[in-house]
T-cell receptor, first 111, second 115 residues
Framework: GQQVMQIPQYQHVQEGEDFTTYCNSSTTLSNIQWYKQRPGGHPVFLIQLVKSGEVKKQKRLTFQFGEAKKNSSLHITATQTTDVGTYFCAGREYNFNKFYFGSGTKLNVKP | GAGVSQTPSNKVTEKGKYVELRCDPISGHTALYWYRQSLGQGPEFLIYFQGTGAADDSGLPNDRFFAVRPEGSVSTLKIQRTERGDSAVYLC?????????????FGEGSRLTVL
């Protein structure tokens, strides 16, 4: 079955430093979504990528979908303490409606 | 309500007992998902409903787990003969249309602890 791997598992940065998390799927994806989960909270949708090679930006966040649609990344420029949380990717295969979540990258930002 | 509502928020039960977890999705959302999240892990897919029918139940770990959505709105996840390994946060999510694969709106979750 499909597997979605995410690295790194943890990332500790100083406020103002950049952060990147990577997501790799064992199969080609139809689309991929990214979610953020604050400590004690539930996953909250950030963005969806559909097209091969797609790049989307949300303020300091940049999302990329690989050309082969098997990998994706989330990059945060100049982290802030409000960025603290766990970031998950969730991939969907063609002809299926379920999303497989990665194991997440837990980001800690030191002020 | 404005968001996905899950009850109870916390449930402590003894090994072998029966448990029901309820999810009330956002009004008008036809797609409903159940996920299970253990500490430090990503949400694990359990079952997906499109309307009243279970379109994909391939994630249910065994036949102790069952879910229904009789009127295409509220869903109940039922766990029989609970085991300690069932302890986790059970997350429900709804979406405007599963086929269009819109964003998933998650509830706050039901934390199940099996003693």
């Amino acid at each position: 079955g499909q597997q979605v791997m995410q690295i790194p598992q943890y990332q500790h940065v100083q406020e103002g430093e950049d952060f990147t998390t990577y997501c790799n799927s064992s199969t080609t994806l139809s689309n991929i979504q990214w979610y953020k989960q604050r400590p004690g909270g539930h996953p909250v949708f950030l963005i969806q990528l559909v097209k091969s090679g797609e790049v989307k930006k949300q303020k300091r966040l940049t999302f990329q979908f690989g050309e082969a649609k098997k990998n994706s990344s989330l990059h945060i420029t100049a982290t802030q303490t409000t960025d603290v949380g766990t970031y998950f990717c969730a991939g969907r295969e063609y002809n299926f409606n379920k999303f497989y979540f990665g194991s997440g990258t837990k980001l800690n930002v030191k002020p | 309500g404005a968001g996905v509502s899950q009850t109870p928020s916390n449930k402590v039960t003894e090994k072998g007992k029966y448990v029901e977890l309820r999810c009330d999705p956002i009004s008008g959302h036809t797609a409903l998902y159940w996920y299970r999240q253990s500490l430090g892990q990503g949400p694990e897919f359990l079952i997906y409903f499109q309307g009243t029918g279970a379109a994909d139940d391939s994630g249910l770990p065994n036949d102790r787990f069952f879910a229904v959505r009789p009127e295409g709105s509220v869903s109940t996840l039922k766990i029989q003969r609970t085991e300690r390994g069932d302890s986790a946060v059970y997350l429900c999510a709804s979406s405007l249309s599963g086929r269009v694969t819109g964003e998933l709106f998650f509830g706050e979750g039901s934390r199940l602890t099996v003693l």
